[in-house]
């Protein structure tokens, strides 16, 4: 958003550039010497950490707002109230006022705040080169180097994990792509896909959009994608910036451009579904779909879960399948119907969300199962959603089950913390109790007798939170479960936590992986081996056919759809 408040706020300090030495994204909080998030006054250029950690910028901002004891507000004092309200990320630069609550885009008519990210991003320049050189040093002295470097890794440090730099309340995004990046299956098919940045002639030396022909008018989420996912876990960087993913978003989800704060459960839809459609091109294009001298003939139920019948890493991983069971109350008819899913919406019941005073005693604790449960329990439809009976002609009271008839390798879980009231849509902040391991699914499952015992049992991967009180505001961060060790993801801040700071998060999303593993790195499925074959060999008539798909396919179709 435009700020009002950037005259008032960006003051002279600022032109003088009278900011600490060192690298910006180091720098400590001056109150609790914190250097993680740290965040720079645009008025008087100190350093204070952020609201997810101890909170000392925002309450450096409310401490300026405090008025004189005298009863009448002068004009002096209300212009002194606006002051100290813009800090600026020392990590990625992005500008945020805590009068509006909203990230900022514009400038002031000096270019103040671009003349501040470009000082910050000279001196992180200036302090990379000054640990290349130290590392240089380090490496011709292995014995110092090890001391060394134990004495610089600070408890909580997450080695090998890389953070993603917030691009201006994308959040949302980033701890959508740190989940996916811990479920093993799904990143490593990515992965090992080749990469199809193709130079050439002229183009040579020049960044390429993917096509030979189309420059950068056509872009490839799968890519972009893969890529960002090649640069997490490599531990060669603390942070990634995803700004050409980004780029391929804004121009194949025109609903997420802008910088405005969005759901990240839609986002997650919207991205899956698009992968899902840009692999199946890529299989249509290449015209080698599976076949039986291939090794693989899809299953029945695996089949259903296939969306547009034809099947991808992503409804292979995250597919299942539900059974819609609708009963007329009048004539005892009753009517079946599969639905594919990618992920379960599920409610928190209503006699978990009323809010208890302090003098009131806790009620009981909301568990997930709670939340399956009112899932899959029978359910009678009210009067505006009376189904029609063709038996009887016209529409009759009914009842509603969901079964579920096909669990997925990938059990991915919403819950559904915003609800329209009247004009407003509010959040339910209501705490759910999961489980780490063991989440049984076979009480929720068709024909539970036909499954074997331990294959409904789940372990969770990652957990999606959301901070704050609206969809349109807020903060998300994400916890991943990685090589049996557990990191908070927040931006470009990783984290290492422990299982009792997951169990107390508010979860919003969950990732549950089957505890009987399908396929590892090591072993993808011969369905997957396939299309990552179709992939490498057919990389020129991938994008060919990807570049002359027409602007209707950037509207997208969802087969099964639950309102947030």
């Known amino acids: 958003m435009e700020c009002p408040h950037l005259s ?10 009278g900011f600490p030495h060192g690298s910006p994204s180091s720098w400590c909080c001056s109150v609790c010497r914190s250097n993680k998030s740290p965040w720079v006054c645009l008025t008087c250029t100190t350093v204070h950490c952020g609201r997810y950690v101890n909170g000392h910028a925002k309450k450096h901002f409310e401490e300026s ?5 005298s009863q009448r507000k002068s004009e002096k004092q209300e212009k002194e109230k606006s002051h100290h309200s813009l800090c600026m990320d020392c990590s990625n630069f992005s500008v945020f006022c805590y009068r509006c609550d909203e990230f900022v885009v514009n400038d002031t008519k000096l270019g103040q705040v671009q003349k501040v990210r470009e000082h910050l991003q000279s001196l992180e320049n200036s302090a990379l080169m000054g640990d290349r050189q130290r590392k240089r040093k380090l490496q011709e002295s292995p014995t110092v180097d090890s001391k060394l470097l134990k004495d610089n890794v600070s408890d909580g440090a997450a080695l090998g994990a890389t953070g993603l730099r917030n691009l ?19 990143s490593c098919f990515f992965k090992e896909l080749p990469a199809v940045a193709l130079r050439s002639g002229k183009t040579a030396g020049r960044r390429m959009y993917h096509t030979r022909s189309q420059g950068d008018n ?4 799968v890519e972009e994608f893969r890529k960002t996912l090649c640069s997490l876990w490599q531990g060669s960087q603390t942070a990634f910036s995803p700004d050409s993913l980004f780029y391929a978003i804004w121009k194949i989800m025109p609903s997420f451009r802008g910088y405005q704060q969005q759901d990240a459960h839609e986002f997650m839809r919207y991205l899956l579904d698009h992968l ?9 294009g290449a015209l080698l779909p599976p076949s039986p001298q291939d090794g ?26 539900l059974q819609n069971e609708v009963n007329c109350l009048i004539c005892g008819t009753e009517s079946r119907k599969f639905d594919p899913f990618l992920d379960l919406s599920l409610d928190i019941p209503n006699q978990f969300r009323q809010k208890r005073s302090k003098d009131q005693e806790p009620g009981p604790i909301c568990t997930l199962r709670d939340c399956l449960r009112s899932f899959t329990d029978l359910e009678e439809l009210d009067e505006t959603e009376l189904y029609y009976c063709h038996k009887c002609k016209k529409r009759q009271k009914s009842t509603k089950k969901f079964w579920i008839q096909k669990l997925p390798k990938v059990l991915c879980l919403h819950l559904k913390r915003f609800h329209w009231t009247a004009f407003l849509r509010n959040k339910v902040d209501t705490y759910v109790e999961f489980p780490l391991t063991g989440l049984d699914m076979r009480g929720y499952l068709l024909e539970p007798e036909n499954s074997s015992p331990g294959s409904c049992l789940y372990d969770l991967v990652a957990v999606v939170v959301h901070h704050g009180s609206g969809v349109g505001s807020g903060h998300y961060t994400a916890y991943g479960s990685h090589k049996d ?34 396929t590892t790195c090591n072993g993808p499925s011969e369905h997957d081996k396939i299309q990552k074959r179709i992939l490498f060999s057919n990389v020129d008539v991938f994008f060919f056919v990807f570049s002359e798909l027409d602007s209707a ?12």
């Open 65 to 69: 707002q405090v008025l004189g004891n």
């Open 8 to 17: 008032s706020s960006v003051s002279g300090a600022v032109d003088s550039l």
């Open 485 to 518: 060790r557990w990191y908070h993801f927040n931006d470009s801040t990783v984290t290492l936590t422990n299982e009792e700071a997951v169990r107390k998060a508010k979860a919003y999303i969950l990732f549950y992986v089957a505890s009987v593993k399908f």
């Open 276 to 284: 899902h459609r840009e692999l199946q091109y890529s299989r249509n």
């Open 553 to 564: 396919s950037q509207v997208i179709h969802h087969h099964y759809q639950t309102a947030h």
């Open 296 to 321: 693989v003939r899809l299953s029945a139920a695996e089949d259903k879960c296939c969306i547009n019948g034809t099947a991808s890493v992503v409804t292979s991983i995250f597919g299942g399948l």
């Open 168 to 186: 201006g309340n994308t959040c949302f995004m980033n701890a959508i792509l740190q989940s996916l990046s811990n479920i093993e299956q799904f």
């Open 218 to 221: 056509t872009v490839s989420l």
